[in-house]
């Protein structure tokens, strides 16, 4: 069958059981969007790139598939930038294909050129030139492969025109062989065994859990061990719901802003299991500092994050999901030799004590204004079984702290390059990917403003879900930031209360607009949110512009300086707590 490269683009990306794909089109990319009238894919265009990479991130992480963004040459495919970037510091697995001037025109400053290869090559796990349209159908299979496998990422394929145009005989390589390429993704049993072995001697053992768990699909083994084990948990920002946060062995999230529990938990731990996690510096704090009495036992399927930032004791290459099967089965038949877990009683009760002793904590008062964590507890609340995305400040760590997840994929945040403006456009994906589930945005008033224009995309493919505005008038993290570390001198974070209005805004979009002024609107102004289905809803919670995120560990200080509140607020040192020599 003779076919176009256009035609073979949507065939092939058929073949790869692509649903729906995010975009815009343009010159150079006008033959592929030509086809796609005729095809099975659906495509949403959005209103931006940016936002159709982030709607593809969002609805890979939502679904578990891979998600698909498309753009054209030049502006198109630099306008990707910023999500490919996100997706590779997040590890989502992403397709962009993008528009590229004909051949002949490459490398001649070609009206819409840009080297989007070139441009891509540190931000994607792999990116292609298509020269022949012979090879398309084969690169498309490679680009789906290497972005879903091993540590997942975007990859980019890039089309010049005439490539689209070109005729040739249509033919569907069955398997895709990538010499250069086989990640391990199986543990070494040998290791494993080890890494039992120091599990079952470990007084004070923690899992630290980290994104790569949910991008196995390793919950429920994950769940198996800690639980059979008797071993606390702490879920990073990436990993929020790979544990549920209701279970007693729930030490909450660690890091800049984590739990005190979490945080301490793993500062005086003596085994450190870390599971798809890369001991990024927000966890750590000051590297030197962190852990400092812990062995290390790094599971990661990538093997470039082993040892990177800190030296693993018991390292294992392979996906988290084999490995964490296999230390299962390891750790079963060892404690059915002697006869149980370990009694971990002492190290447990101390962390409940934490646990009871150092909540997250905040004050409502009656006459307002509304803090920014009543607003989300409440939404929590009333919805708890949405899923919910969120952008990059305070709003994100509050959420993240105060949301309680119970679920894997129930949380898509923007973690590894914290790209402001990722909340409305991952949640667009996120409900396009699962129509069947309520998703909540929860956003800051200037991350929102990035990509606000969304709001026409939800309206007009019919793709709603809420976003709830923390609107405290300000680019809040910075200023919080200003606040404690620039001597309260604040400079370009005042955005404003009330401009734009954002519930005519959002009724310019065709979206409901509902506004929260007072804490006792908070439940009403939700519940009305709740009950609308058709359309998206834009909720403008007007908060207090002076709260602050806490718990907080300042940049470059070790974890164990964490600040618990206001004024410099420490934890009261017990002698029994003190720092295990
Ligand atoms: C694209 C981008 N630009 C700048 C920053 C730096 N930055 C991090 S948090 C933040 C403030 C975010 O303000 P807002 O969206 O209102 O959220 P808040 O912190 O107030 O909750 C800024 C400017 C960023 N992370 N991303």
Known sequence: MKVTGAQALFMALEGEGVDLVFGIPGGAILPAYDPLIDSKVRHVLTRHEQG???????????????????ATSGPGGCNLVTALADAKMDSVPVVA?????????????????????????????????????????????????????????????????????????WSWPETVSLPGYKPTTKG?????????????????????????????NATKELFELATEGNLPVVTTLMARGA???THELACGMPGMHGAYTAVTAMQRSDVLVALGARFDDRVTGLLSGFAPHAKVIHVDVDPAEIGKNRVADVPIVGDARDVIAKMLTELRRKQEEQGGAPDRSEWLSTLRGWLEKYPYTYEQPDDGPIKPQ??????????????????????????????????PRTFITSGGLGTMGFALPAALGAKAGRPDRR????????????????????????????????????????????EMFYEERYSQVYLSHDCPDYVKLAEAYGAVGLRAERPEE???????????????????????????????????????????GPGDLRPIKDPAEAPIA
């Open 52 to 70: 159709a990479g982030h709607a593809a991130e969002g609805y890979a992480w939502a679904t578990g598939k891979v998600g698909v963004c498309m």
């Open 97 to 169: 294909i993008t528009g590229q001037v004909p051949t002949p025109a490459v490398g001649n400053d070609a009206f819409q050129e840009a080297d989007i290869t070139g441009i891509t090559l540190s931000v994607t796990k792999h990116n292609f030139l298509v020269k022949d349209a012979r090879e398309l159908a084969e690169t498309i299979r490679e680009a789906f492969h290497i972005a879903s496998t091993g540590r997942p990422g975007p990859v980019l394929v890039d089309l010049p025109k005439d490539v689209q145009l070109q005729e040739f005989t």
């Open 188 to 216: 070494n049993l040998r290791q494993v065994r080890e890494a039992v072995r120091l599990i079952l001697q470990a007084k004070r053992p923690v899992l630290y859990v980290g994104g790569g768990v949910i991008k196995a």
């Open 243 to 245: 544990f549920p946060d």
């Open 374 to 407: 009543f607003a989300i507890e409440r939404l929590c609340e009333h919805a708890k079984d949405a899923i919910v995305v969120s952008g990059v400040g305070q709003h994100q760590m509050w959420t993240a702290q105060f949301w309680r997840f119970t679920k």
């Open 439 to 482: 998703v909540i945005a929860i956003d800051g008033d200037g991350c929102f403003q990035m990509t606000t224009q969304e709001l026409a995309t939800s309206r007009t493919e019919k793709i709603p879900f809420i976003t709830a505005i923390i609107n405290n008038a300000h680019l809040g993290m910075v200023r919080q930031w200003q």
């Open 522 to 564: 908070v439940d009403a102004v939700i519940e009305k949110a709740l009950s609308v289905e058709d359309r998206s809803v834009v909720i403008d919670f007007r908060c207090d512009p002076r709260e602050k995120v806490f718990p907080m560990v300042a940049a470059g200080s070790s974890n164990d300086e964490i600040i618990l």
